[in-house]
């Protein structure tokens, strides 16, 4: 089975602070994705990457950056937290172009983030 | 562009009921599409999906149809259990053109009572 962990569940942190979401995958997926949850509005797409050292910007990268040093590490990084970045997110990967199923993404449980 | 959109929630039913949440999409290629469940303070885990038209995807006692005539692909179950309690999100993926990234909807929360 395809796992996706992240480094925590849960998260409280100060405005200001810089603050990292690690998210690891162990099938040598080739794509990752970070999305926030948010009531009502569903999952956005932060950040993605096809490669290592490759990224590319979602709906909403304000406020945020990536680092994909290794291929089944997917870092999200928020420079100066600030309470609107209060949510849920969520990590995913995916096998890519190649494979039977190349576009399922499979999820981490989340990381409930919480800015004070 | 390319978009889902979702029945709203909350859905509220008895145990044993049938169930069906609608999804239509707009899309400007051939997507693949998808149903994801999120159980409470879990992730999303894919509950079934479908790569052309005419596919019917199932899992768990769940279907769904990919119906291009119509945009839609909607969620249906004959039975439901207290276990269904849930949040579904709809999506579509676009590989070719889009790398594999999913469009999602916005979900609807289904809530099962005894």
């Known amino acids: 089975d395809v796992k996706v962990t992240q480094s925590s569940r849960y998260l409280v942190k100060r405005t200001g602070e810089k603050v990292f979401l690690e998210c690891v995958q162990d099938?040598?997926?080739?794509?990752m994705f970070w999305y926030r949850q948010d009531p009502g509005l569903g999952l956005r797409l932060i950040y993605f990457?096809?490669?290592?050292?490759?990224?590319e910007k979602g709906d909403i990268p304000e406020g945020y950056s990536v680092s994909r040093e290794k291929k089944e590490r997917f870092s999200l990084i928020l420079e100066s937290a600030s309470t609107n970045q209060t949510s849920m997110y969520l990590c995913?990967?995916?096998?890519?172009?190649?494979?039977?199923?190349?576009?399922?993404?499979?999820f981490g449980p989340g990381t409930r983030l919480t800015v004070l | 562009g390319d978009s889902v959109t979702q029945m709203e929630g909350p859905v509220t039913l008895s145990e044993e009921a049938f169930l069906t949440i609608n999804c239509t999409y707009t899309a400007t290629g051939y997507p693949s599409l998808f149903w994801y469940v999120q159980y409470p303070g879990e992730g999303l885990q894919l509950l079934l999906k479908a790569t052309k038209a005419d596919d019917k995807g199932s899992n768990k006692g769940f279907e769904a149809t990919y119906r291009k005539e119509t945009t839609s692909f909607h969620l249906e179950k004959g039975s439901v259990q207290v276990s269904d309690s849930a949040v579904y999100f709809c999506?579509?993926?676009?590989?070719?053109?889009?790398?594999?990234?999913?469009?999602f909807g916005q979900g609807t929360e289904l809530s099962v009572k005894p």
């Open positions: 099938m040598d997926h080739e794509n």
């Open positions: 995913a990967s995916s096998l890519g172009m190649t494979g039977e199923s190349p576009d399922t993404q499979y």
């Open positions: 990457s096809y490669d290592v050292k490759m990224k």
């Open positions: 999506a579509l993926s676009l590989i070719y053109n889009q790398g594999g990234k999913l469009i």
